[in-house]
């Protein structure tokens, strides 16, 4: 099993995997929709995206997008989604592509790397906070949705 940087040579087995994990949030599915969002994403360099791989399989992916702390005048990374196909699941595919993230943000010099994930999702929890995730319990997030 190899983690690696996904390249627009891999968009076409990548959009499959993520309209995989669109549908596990719920969403109806839409190879195209989700090859056009993931191709927009490389070619305005928005993110940063790892792909884990097993036999020439993708069996899971990391996207990281940019952002910024003005107080600190540094970078951070947001790690927006995180999805391993369910037969690999339990076998620590999650846990490399995190490392990777992890290791590739050291490297920008990125202040930390912060991620939203459900109040039911338990396991992803236990998960992060074994990687050294911090739950943050001084601010509280809100949304306001325009669509």
């Known amino acids: 099993m190899i ?3 996904a390249t627009l040579e891999d968009l076409h ?7 995989e994990y669109r549908q596990f949030y719920g969403a109806s599915s839409n190879i195209n929709l989700s090859y056009q969002f993931l191709k927009q994403r490389f070619e305005n360099q928005e993110s940063v995206i790892f792909i884990h791989i097993k036999d020439d399989v993708f069996t899971g992916f990391i996207l990281l997008y940019l952002g910024f702390s003005s107080v600190a005048c540094s970078i951070y990374y947001i790690l927006d989604d995180v999805y391993v196909t369910p037969t690999f699941r339990r076998q620590g595919s999650a846990k490399q592509l995190i490392d990777t993230a992890i290791l590739f943000a050291r490297h920008e010099n990125a202040l930390r ?11 992803s929890h236990k998960l992060y906070e074994q990687m050294g995730f911090v739950k943050d319990d001084e601010f ?8």
């Open 3 to 5: 983690v690696r940087r």
């Open 113 to 123: 790397i912060s991620l939203e994930t459900q109040k039911t999702n338990y396991q």
């Open 140 to 147: 509280k997030i809100y949304h306001c949705f325009l669509k």
């Open 13 to 19: 087995p990548l959009a499959v995997l993520f309209d």
